[in-house]
C-alpha cells in the first residue's frame, strides 16, 4: 500500500469509484481508494440498477443525462460489461393533476435536449400490455430511460481508473482521519496509514461513520428498501417475442412503484408509506453484502394497487425479494463538494440514486477538487445547503417524509410539514396570533402570507393560482398605497470587521464599497466571471460591514468567505443573532419617524443609508431599503428586542393603515419592480453581464473574475437575462414557477428562472434567460405553463416605478 497519495477515496461504491474514474480523467493520477470489503459492498451490490434522466432540478437532470451517456464509454475502455439496457421507460398518470405534473416535467426537459414525448392512456397500454388502461389518463415516455448491472458499473469505473494509474485497495477498513495543522490528512486504514493531500468521503452506508471520524454529524439517513422479481412470465415471453425487444420501464405513482423486466419476469419495487429507517444511529461496521427482512405486509398497500394495475402479476410467484439499505439526504438530493470550515475534505455521500446520478456526481466533485469550481450548477447537491441545524433527528423526520413521498406530486407552493417548527424568531408568536401562513428555508420559519381572520391558515397545494392569491393581493395593495410592516430575518448576515476589512472585500466585491453609513448591491464572481452570490452591503464604520445575501446559501457563502480569508480580517456569521423587521409603502416614514428621535427626513436619511438609532427604546440598525421597491426601512436588531419593536411599530402603524405582508407578496412585488433573486436569477451558471448586474460592476478597481467580465463585455453576452410579461390562460389562469421553457419562432430558446403575479399591477410576469440577439424590448416570445405556449412580451423596464421614485422620496 502506498503510504501517501494526492486523494484517498473512502468507499468503493459506484460513487467512489465514479470519484477516482474522474478524477483521473482530469489527470490527477496519484489517487487512491479504500474500501472495507469489497468493491459494491455497501448499497451498491443489490440494486435494482435503474437510470433515468428527469429530475426535478434541471441541473441536476443535466448532470443524471451525462451518467447515463457515459456507461457505454467506461464500458468500452474497461472491457467490463455494464449490462446496459435502455428500454425506455412510462411514466404513468391516473388523474389530471398528475398529467400537468408530466407536460410541466416534459417542458423543463425541452431546454436541455430531452425528448420526451406526451401519449395516451391506450398509446402506453400498446408499448406496456400489462398495464390495465382503465388506471391510467396518459403517460410521459422518455427513450433515456434503462438499467444497468450494478457490480458491472462500478467495475468499469475503477478499470478505467486502474488504467490510469489509480489504486485500490479492497479488504482495507478507514477507522481514523487525522488531519495535519497543514491541513493534510492522516489517514488510518487496519493496513497501515496513508498520507494524504484531500480525502473524499463515498462512505454510503457509513458516510455518516465516516464524517463523525472527524466531528461531523453529516445529515445521512439510510433507509429499507424492497423490490421483487417475479417468475417467468408468458405475456413478457410473448411481448418479447412480437417485438423483438424488452418491456419498457414503467413508473406508477399511484401505486407508489416501479415496474420494469428482469430477465424472463418482472421487477417491482416500491416506496411505501409505512417506510422504515435502518440503523438510524450508528451503521454497523460488521454490515456486509447482507441482506434485509423483506416485510411483504410492509408493502402489501402497493402490492394491492399492482395486482390491480398489471392483473397479469396476481397470478405470478414470486421468486425472489431483496430488502436493503440506502441513504438519503433531507432532500432526497446528493451531498457533495467541500466540507465548510474543514480544509481539504470533499463529500460525494447521500447519493440515492447512484446509477442516475453516479458519473454527475463524479464528475462535477472532481472538477471542483481539480480546478476549484465544479463547473456545473449543482447548488441543489451542495453539501452546504444544510447546516448544523440538520440534526439527526431533523435528517430522519425528513428523509422519512421524502421517502415516504417518492412518487408524490410536490407543488410549487407546498410547503411540507415534516421537522417544523424547528427554528423561529421572536416575533413567531405575533404574527401566528395574526393568522400567518408559514413557510420555512434553510431550517427557519417564515411567513409566507396572513390569512383573513377567522379563516384557517392553510393554503391548497396547486399548479395554479391557490386561496392565497386575493390575500396576497390586499397585502400587495397595503405596501403600495399605505405601509406594510413584515419580518425580514430570513436573510443572511455577516459582520466584517478588522484592519484589512475594507481593501479584502473591494477585492471580492464588483461594486465599489459604499462610504460610511451607507448600503449598496454588489455581486462576487469566481474567477471565470460567474456569480458566487449577490449581496447589500452596509458599511458602519471605515473596517466595519454588515453583509446582506440570500440565507439558503449562507453556508455555500460563508465557505466561499473562509476560503478567501486573509489576515487582518474577521468574518462573523451572524445568524439570528440579528433579526429584522422590515416597514414599507409610502407611509413607512411617518410610522417609524413617530418613534424615533433620528431625523427620517430625505436629506438627513436618503435611500440606502444605513446607520444605527433608536428605534423607541431600542437600539437598531436601520437600512433604508427594501426589496418591495417601495420607500422603507430594514430594521435590524438583537432577537431579545424584537417583540418590542414589533409591538412598537404595529401600535405606531394603526394611525396609518398598517398591515402585514409575507414572503408571497415580496415576490410579487419584487416582479413588478424587476429584482432578480439568488437561485433562481443569480446562480453560478450565470455571468453578471448576462444577469445585467452593470449597476454593481464597476471595473475601476480589480475583483476577482474582472478580466472575465471584461472579455464579455467586449463580446458581449451569449445570452441575457429578459424581463417577461405573461398571458396567462384566461379560462384557467396559471402564472410561472420556474423553469418553463421560453419558445421563439416554433424553437425553444430559453428558460424562466422565476416569475409571479404581480397583483398590483394586475400583470403576469416573469424572468428568464435568452440568446441576446433575441433579447430585444418589444419581442414576443411563448412561455410554456402546464403545457400550453403563452405569449410573453419582453419588457425594457420594470412595470412599476422604472425610474425608481418611490423608494427616493
Ligand atoms: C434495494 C435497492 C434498490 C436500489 N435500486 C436502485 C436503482 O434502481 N437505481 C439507482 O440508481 N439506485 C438504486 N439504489 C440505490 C443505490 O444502491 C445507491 O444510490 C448507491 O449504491 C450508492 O452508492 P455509494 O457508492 O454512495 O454507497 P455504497 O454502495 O454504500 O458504498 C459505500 C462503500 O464505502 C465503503 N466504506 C464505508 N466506510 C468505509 C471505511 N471507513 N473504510 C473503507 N471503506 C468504507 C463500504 O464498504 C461501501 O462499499 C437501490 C438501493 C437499494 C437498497
Redesign the pocket.
Known amino acids: 500500500m502506498k503510504s501517501s497519495a494526492q486523494v484517498v477515496v ?8 465514479s470519484v477516482l474514474f474522474h478524477l483521473t480523467e482530469l489527470g490527477w493520477a496519484d489517487v487512491v481508494l ?18 433515468h434522466t428527469l429530475n426535478g432540478d434541471p441541473n441536476v437532470a443535466k448532470l443524471q443525462q451525462y451518467t447515463v451517456e457515459l456507461y457505454r464509454e467506461i464500458e468500452q475502455r474497461s472491457g467490463q460489461s455494464c449490462s446496459i439496457h435502455m428500454p425506455g421507460g412510462l411514466m404513468l398518470a391516473g388523474d389530471r393533476e398528475r398529467m400537468d405534473w408530466l407536460r410541466m416535467a416534459q417542458a423543463r426537459g425541452r431546454y436541455l435536449g430531452m425528448d420526451m414525448e406526451i401519449i395516451s392512456a391506450a398509446e402506453a397500454k400498446r408499448m406496456f400490455p400489462l398495464l390495465e388502461e382503465n388506471y391510467f389518463i396518459g403517460a410521459l415516455f422518455d427513450p433515456a430511460e434503462g ?1 444497468v448491472d ?1 457490480t458491472g458499473v462500478t467495475r468499469a469505473y475503477a478499470g478505467c481508473a486502474r488504467q490510469a494509474g489509480a489504486e485500490i485497495y479492497q479488504h ?4 481514523d482521519l487525522r488531519q495535519r495543522p497543514d491541513g493534510t490528512w492522516d489517514v488510518i ?1 487496519d493496513s497501515g496509514e496513508i498520507h494524504a493531500e484531500h480525502i473524499v468521503n ?6 455518516r ?2 464524517g463523525r471520524m472527524i466531528g461531523l454529524e453529516l445529515p445521512v439517513l439510510a433507509m429499507e ?3 421483487l422479481i417475479t417468475e417467468d412470465m408468458n405475456e413478457v415471453a410473448e411481448y418479447n417475442a412480437a417485438t423483438g425487444h424488452e418491456l419498457p420501464m414503467g413508473l406508477d405513482f399511484d401505486g407508489e412503484l ?1 415496474i420494469r423486466q428482469e430477465g424472463g419476469g418482472m421487477l417491482l ?1 416500491t416506496y411505501e408509506q409505512a417506510c422504515v429507517p435502518w440503523s438510524p444511529r450508528e451503521t454497523p461496521w460488521t454490515f ?1 453484502q447482507q441482506l434485509l427482512a423483506a416485510d411483504l405486509d410492509r408493502i402489501a398497500p402497493s402490492l394491492e394497487i399492482a395486482f390491480k394495475h398489471y392483473p397479469a402479476l396476481a397470478d405470478v410467484g414470486i421468486k425472489n425479494v ?6 438519503f439526504a433531507p432532500d432526497g438530493n446528493p451531498l457533495v463538494g467541500p466540507v465548510p470550515g474543514v480544509r481539504n475534505c470533499w463529500m ?2 447521500a ?8 458519473g454527475g456526481v463524479g464528475l462535477t466533485l472532481a472538477r471542483w477538487m481539480v480546478d476549484g469550481d465544479p463547473g456545473e450548477d449543482i447548488w441543489a447537491m451542495d453539501v452546504a445547503r444544510f447546516s448544523n441545524w440538520a440534526s439527526l433527528a431533523y435528517t430522519n423526520a425528513k428523509v422519512r417524509e421524502n421517502y415516504s413521498r417518492r412518487f408524490r406530486i410536490t407543488f410549487p407552493n407546498e410547503e411540507l410539514p415534516a421537522g417544523r417548527a424547528l427554528h423561529t424568531t421572536p416575533v413567531y408568536d405575533r404574527l401566528t396570533a395574526h393568522n400567518a401562513v408559514w413557510g420555512a428555508s434553510f431550517g427557519l420559519e417564515h411567513p409566507l402570507w396572513f390569512q383573513r381572520p377567522g379563516e384557517e391558515p392553510r393554503e391548497d397545494v396547486t399548479f395554479r393560482r391557490s386561496n392565497a392569491y386575493p390575500v396576497v393581493a390586499e397585502e400587495c395593495t397595503t405596501v403600495r398605497e399605505r405601509v406594510g410592516l413584515t419580518e425580514c430575518s430570513n436573510f443572511a448576515k455577516y459582520r466584517v470587521t478588522g484592519a484589512g476589512s475594507a481593501g479584502w472585500l473591494q477585492r471580492l466585491f464588483t461594486n465599489r464599497l459604499p462610504r460610511v453609513g451607507r448600503i449598496n448591491l454588489t455581486a462576487a464572481l469566481d474567477p471565470s466571471g460567474h456569480i458566487v452570490g449577490e449581496f447589500s452591503v452596509a458599511r458602519v464604520g471605515t473596517d466595519d460591514f454588515f453583509l446582506f445575501g440570500s440565507q439558503i446559501a449562507e453556508a455555500h457563502h460563508s465557505r466561499w468567505f473562509f476560503g478567501h480569508l486573509e489576515d487582518g480580517v474577521r468574518f462573523d456569521v451572524l445568524g439570528l443573532s440579528l433579526v429584522g423587521l422590515s416597514l414599507a409603502g409610502p407611509g413607512a416614514r411617518e410610522v417609524l419617524q413617530s418613534v424615533t428621535g433620528a431625523s427620517l427626513a430625505t436629506e438627513n436619511y436618503p435611500f440606502m443609508t444605513f446607520r444605527r438609532i433608536d428605534v423607541g427604546m431600542i437600539p437598531a440598525y436601520v437600512g433604508r431599503m427594501t426589496y418591495t421597491g417601495d420607500l422603507g426601512y430594514e430594521i435590524w436588531v438583537a432577537p431579545e428586542y424584537q417583540r418590542a419593536l414589533f409591538d412598537l411599530l404595529w401600535q405606531a402603524g394603526r394611525a396609518y393603515g398598517i398591515g402585514l405582508f409575507g414572503f408571497r407578496a415580496l415576490m410579487s412585488l419584487r416582479m413588478e419592480k424587476m429584482f432578480g433573486t439568488w437561485a433562481r436569477e443569480y446562480r453560478p451558471i450565470y455571468t453578471p453581464v448576462e444577469a445585467r448586474m452593470h449597476r454593481s460592476l464597476k471595473l475601476d478597481h480589480d475583483f476577482i473574475g474582472r478580466a472575465a467580465v471584461e472579455a464579455e463585455m467586449a463580446r458581449g453576452p451569449a445570452r441575457t437575462l429578459g424581463y417577461f410579461d405573461v398571458t396567462p390562460d384566461p379560462a384557467e389562469p396559471a402564472d410561472v414557477v420556474g423553469d418553463e421553457p421560453i419558445w421563439h419562432d416554433g424553437a425553444v430558446v430559453g428558460w424562466v428562472t422565476s416569475g409571479a403575479y404581480a397583483h398590483y399591477s394586475r400583470r403576469s410576469l416573469a424572468f428568464g434567460y435568452v440568446p441576446s440577439e433575441l433579447a430585444v424590448p418589444g419581442a414576443m416570445f411563448e412561455v410554456e405553463i402546464i403545457g400550453q405556449r403563452r405569449p410573453a412580451r419582453l419588457l425594457p423596464e420594470p412595470v412599476l416605478d422604472p425610474a425608481g421614485h418611490r423608494m427616493r422620496v
Not at 473512502?10 to 467512489?16: K, N, Q, R, T
Not at 482495507?172 to 477507522?175: A, D, E, G, K
Not at 447519493?351 to 453516479?358: C, K, L, P, R
Request: glycine share 20%.
Open positions: 473512502i468507499g468503493g461504491g459506484v460513487v467512489g469509484a479504500v474500501e472495507r470489503k469489497e468493491l459494491t459492498a455497501g448499497s451498491t451490490w443489490h440494486a435494482a440498477g435503474g437510470m438499467h450494478p482495507t477498513w478507514v477507522s486504514t463515498a462512505g454510503g452506508l457509513w458516510a461513520e465516516v428498501h424492497m423490490y416501479y419495487g456486509d431483496i430488502n436493503g439499505p440506502f441513504t460525494a455521500c447519493v440515492m440514486a447512484g446509477f442516475s446520478q453516479g
